[in-house]
């Protein structure tokens, strides 16, 4: 079994097998208490190569590979997928740690290591207003680039995971709406509650949209909210590929305007912040989309992925959260039953209320996708009879303007 003692002489093997130089790793750090995650030294330098490398192997999960051996994680294995794919396209940009070498027979991936970095969560919780509106303009860029890069590429990335005998993970960005109706009915039973008519219609025209044949079909990383996002003196680098797959390619873009709903600590992202993110993925993928520079058209695409996200989290949050506290009608049991504080549970409540005002806002300002918003404003009223001082998160500091300024929140120029 390869484990974190043993894992560096392998890896060096492999390094020298590849290179054709004699290659040691030195000064191991250890990255992950639950799974072999080492940090590395080359020793001596190799030209072409990082100063630094991380060596991974992954096997304690939860989620591991169905078909596979026992233990072999399958989120690992399509993250390793992921990473191959995007390592070889045949574009200079790095969309992600290069993939630098693996071993299928022993379980593990060589990568390219970034270094230390701040995230751009970190920065967005900071108090540099420039880096954080920076820092979602480089999102917006990334996305793009790799979008562009990876479209009309999946079959080659599919073969991958095929060689891997892996799948792309479900995330809640990329659930089918359509297999969850019985739960939408719960919902409506147990609050007697009757969504705006047109609702089931406007469902499934809503996630064929989502799932169907669509010019923004791409690969995604399932998971882009901003602590995936090392920050790099206003560029950006992306990991944790565990999700990664073809789909809607707006379901990565819009979860800014959402306040980044991956992150379980969603705070607000002004919609005009929002948008210079958006503009900079449009301007991206232009070549390969050219109806993208529709205003129309781009707007109702957005607006279509943050319907998706807001039912994703009704689903999600109903289930494992808000029915059994409707149910219950005792907060303060309910709080103990979920293991949670008074105060946990309002930023819980606050936040997905930040991701329904943030969508319900931007279909009115778009006159689209109306039915689901008013539906959803409904079920809003409901949360707010049942919690009279439920509001939506604050803005994330490094977004907040000095009281003293006039002014939005982000500066036009930036986008």
């Avoid at 303060?332 to 806002?361: C, D, P, W």
């Avoid at 300002?365 to 509001?391: C, G």
Wanted: proline letters at 5%; hydrophobic letters at 40%.
């Amino acid at each position: 079994m390869t484990d974190e003692n043993n894992l560096p002489s392998l890896a060096e093997n492999l390094l020298a097998k590849k290179t054709g130089h004699s290659i040691k790793l030195v000064n191991p750090e250890k990255l992950s208490s639950e799974n072999v995650v080492l940090r590395c030294q080359l020793d001596p330098p190799l030209a072409g190569y990082p100063p630094s490398v991380i060596l991974k192997r992954v096997t304690t999960t939860k989620h591991n590979n169905p078909s596979g051996p026992d233990g072999e994680s399958h989120r690992f294995l399509n993250e390793w997928a992921c990473l191959e794919f995007l390592t070889n396209l045949s574009d200079e940009s790095s969309y992600g740690p290069r993939l630098l070498a693996s071993s299928r027979d022993n379980n593990f991936i060589i990568l390219a290591d970034f270094g230390q970095h701040p995230t751009v969560l970190d920065i967005l919780r900071g108090d540099d207003r420039h880096a954080a509106q920076k820092g979602l303009v480089a999102i917006g860029t990334f996305l793009g680039k790799m979008q562009a890069a990876a479209y009309g590429r999946e079959a080659t990335f599919t073969a991958i995971q095929s060689r891997l005998n892996t799948a792309s993970p479900l995330s809640d960005s990329t659930l089918d709406f359509r297999e969850k109706v019985e739960r939408f009915q719960d919902r409506f039973e147990s609050l007697q509650f009757q969504p705006a008519a047109g609702f089931w219609q406007a469902l499934q025209e809503l996630e064929q949209s989502i799932h169907g044949a669509t010019p923004f079909r791409s690969f995604i990383h399932a998971d882009a909210g901003p602590h995936n996002f090392l920050y790099l003196d206003g560029a950006v680098q992306l990991l944790d590929y565990e999700f990664g797959t073809y789909h809607y390619g707006l379901l990565d873009v819009v979860s800014a305007r959402l306040g980044f709903p991956h992150t379980g600590q969603v705070q607000a992202v002004p919609p005009e912040c929002a948008q210079q993110l958006e503009r900079a993925y449009q301007k991206e993928l232009l070549g390969v989309i050219p109806q993208i520079d529709d205003e129309s058209f781009f707007a109702k695409a957005l607006v279509d992925a943050c319907a998706h996200w807001a039912l994703s989290r009704w689903i999600g949050m109903w289930h494992h959260y808000f029915k059994e506290r409707f149910a219950i009608g005792d907060e303060a049991l309910a709080n103990e039953k979920m293991g949670l504080t008074a105060e946990t549970a309002h930023r819980s409540r606050a936040r997905v209320m930040t991701l329904y005002q943030s969508f319900i806002q931007f279909a009115h300002q778009t006159n689209h996708q109306l039915i689901i918003a008013e539906t959803l404003e409904a079920y809003v009223r409901i949360l707010q009879k049942e919690w009279p001082d439920l509001d939506v998160m604050p803005v994330y500091p490094g977004l907040q303007v000095d009281s003293r300024l006039r002014g939005s929140n982000c500066d036009k120029s930036q986008g």
